[in-house]
């Protein structure tokens, strides 16, 4: 018996979405049929926009990335959540999954079904985590972090991620899509950590290749350009409505360092 059949999975997104893009999106639909054809069914996607905390350099407000993923999203099985985006400090990805699996093996002991996240609606950190592990809700509703190759390479850049957080994370589920120029696959095989829980790793190929980034359509609105067709149209409306990503708000965090580096080093900002 395929232990995946009907295996119902919620796909998780966290990142700056600085702004989002039609790629972000891209990401929900390719994780899905790949999942899909693979024996499970996934039931919603979430999109987790980082805090201010982060102190990533050009990072708007919270409350505009909020607002345009909402938008972006309106009217699909996609949602937007609030909750790491509003805490006061920055959170590791690994506590920001905890909290939506706890969620889901909550949801699913209460009613079985999956719990709808509202947009919007603040929650405070429990005082305890309850670390997930593999055996943990396997006739439930499983959790998958969605992302791009470079997320994953970013696992190997020094004191970025914790390597229990790592292995937190992956030891859930992973879905990876693939980008120009990277190769998972061969990471993966150098990563002792990877390569331990790679049955939990799906690597999902991007044929149609679309190398669309938030760094270059900021680039491109701070110039006076058009990104039309690179951001959903009510994107768009609302960037020039609010007028963001100027030379000013690049320029916002310089010289701050990220917000990772600073707990796990104890640099300071220069």
């Known amino acids: 018996m395929d232990v995946t059949a009907g295996t119902r999975v919620v796909l998780l997104a966290c990142g700056s979405f600085n702004p989002i893009t039609n790629m972000h999106l891209r990401m929900f639909e390719l ?36 607002e345009m993923a909402r938008l972006a999203s309106e009217n699909s099985w996609i949602t937007v959540d609030s909750w790491e985006g509003l805490q006061t400090e920055w959170l590791e990805t690994a506590k920001v999954v905890r909290h939506y699996y706890n969620e889901l093996v909550a949801s699913d002991k209460n009613n079985d079904e999956v719990d709808t996240v509202k947009y919007g609606k ?20 499983r959790l998958m972090l969605l992302c791009g190759a470079d997320v994953l390479e970013s696992f190997g850049v020094p004191n970025l991620w914790k390597h ?3 292995e937190e994370i992956v030891c859930l589920g992973l879905v990876c899509i693939t980008r120009t120029g990277s190769e998972p696959l061969k990471f993966i095989h150098q990563s002792d950590i990877l390569w331990k829980h ?9 044929w149609v290749t679309n190398e669309i980034s938030a760094t270059h359509i900021r680039r491109a609105l701070r110039r006076g350009r058009s990104v039309r067709y690179l951001l959903p149209d009510a994107v768009l409306n609302y960037v020039h409505e609010h007028k963001l990503y100027s030379e000013e708000s690049e320029q916002k965090n310089t010289g701050v360092v990220l917000a990772p580096l600073q707990r796990y080093t104890g640099a300071s900002s220069s």
Not at 35 to 47: A, F, H, N, T
Not at 122 to 141: C, F, L, M, V
Not at 198 to 206: G, L, T, W
């Open 122 to 141: 603040k929650r405070r950190i429990e005082d305890n985590y309850n670390a997930p592990s593999p055996s943990q809700n396997r006739d439930g509703t």
């Open 31 to 66: 994780a899905r049929d790949h999942l899909e054809e693979s024996g499970y069914q996934v039931v919603k996607g979430i999109i987790s926009p980082v805090g201010d905390g982060y102190k990533k350099k050009g990072l708007i407000e919270v409350r505009h990335r909020l």
């Open 164 to 166: 229990e957080d790592i």
């Open 198 to 206: 790679r049955k939990n790793i799906h690597i999902v190929q991007e």
